[in-house]
């Protein structure tokens, strides 16, 4: 059973940034491409970044390329998504997911899921 706990969120104004971690508590996570989403009350949970194993290839959706860096560290079981140039639209609760080696952006491709941590990005 794969354990994922997020931290790092918080309230925030535009144009700031905030650093998410999330924890896995399982040596399987060296194997699962790691993943985090976010959702908005009222809509559905979306894609925002993803990092493979190895050799640890990245994607991102587009809204966030330039500004959120996703990156892990195998060693200390732990994703981590660096969030810059906040934007309020950012808002949402993130959640990190543990999924195939071969994952990427597909929400069913991930099993394991974290309880999620709030971002508030305020104008």
């Known amino acids: 059973q794969v354990q994922l706990v997020e931290s790092g969120g918080g309230l925030v104004q535009a144009g700031g940034s905030l650093r998410l971690s999330c924890a896995a508590s399982?040596?399987?996570?060296?194997?699962?491409?790691m993943g985090w989403f976010r959702q908005v009350p009222g809509k559905e949970r979306e894609f925002v970044a993803a990092?493979?194993?190895?050799?640890?290839?990245?994607f991102y959706t587009d809204s966030v390329k330039g500004r959120f860096t996703i990156s892990r560290d195998n060693a200390k079981n732990t994703v981590y998504l660096q969030m810059n140039s906040l934007k309020p639209e950012d808002t949402a609760v993130y959640y990190c997911?543990?999924?195939?080696?071969?994952?990427?952006?597909?929400?069913?491709?991930?099993?394991?899921w974290g309880q999620g941590t709030q971002v508030t990005v305020s104008s």
């Open positions: 990092i493979r194993w190895s050799p640890g290839a990245t």
């Open positions: 399982t040596r399987t996570f060296s194997s699962s491409t």
């Open positions: 997911a543990a999924g195939g080696v071969l994952a990427r952006t597909e929400e069913v491709a991930y099993g394991y």
